[in-house]
């Protein structure tokens, strides 16, 4: 029962379709819950007009920072809403320790064109030289850098283990190699 009351980052599924008017991070968020979803910017066409959107990157994807007692009433209320379970595990909603979510938002928010990866996205290759960033909003961070081909973009590897990794573009004056 004292888990139930910790409060916590829990990795929940949203079952709306892409073009639901009321996804539940909006839901959420009314509900004064914080809530993390990753973002993306994309073209879209409404009454005629073409418009720039800011819409979920992985639609199904959202991370909530609350406790089960407060989350447990909104999940049974709403079908569509659903926590994501430990594969192997009975009952156990999937959790992100804050210092690795507050770690990842930070990377995120100083990014303007952040590039999210599935884990089976990244290839050994992408990610094969250890920096140290030095200086600027991200000082201090440690990962790896992400090269990819024809890209002028330095760009570090920020990831919450198992379930999705950021590409966060940095300065190459402040990278400094392992």
């Not at 996804?23 to 994309?42: D, G, H, S």
């Amino acid at each position: 029962m004292d888990s139930e009351k910790q409060v916590r980052w829990f990795v929940m599924r949203d079952l709306k379709r892409a073009n639901a008017k009321h996804p539940a991070y909006k839901l959420l968020i009314e509900r004064n819950l914080q809530v993390f979803t990753p973002m993306k910017w994309r073209l879209t066409v409404e009454k005629g007009k073409r418009v720039r959107k800011e819409v979920p990157c992985i639609q199904d994807l959202l991370f909530v920072h609350d406790n089960r007692l407060n989350l447990d009433p909104i999940v049974e209320k709403f079908p569509t809403l659903q926590y994501r379970w430990v594969p192997n595990a009975y009952r156990c909603p999937m959790t992100v320790p804050d210092t690795d979510m507050e770690r990842f938002i930070h990377a995120v928010s100083s990014s303007e064109s952040p590039k999210y990866y599935l884990p089976e996205e990244i290839t050994p290759q992408m990610h094969n030289r250890s920096i140290r960033i030095i200086g600027g909003p991200l000082d201090g961070y440690e990962g790896t850098l992400i090269t990819t081909r024809g890209s002028r973009v330095k760009r570090l590897l920020v990831e919450l283990p198992n379930l999705l990794a950021v590409g966060v573009e940095v300065n190459p004056d402040y990278i400094q190699l392992v």
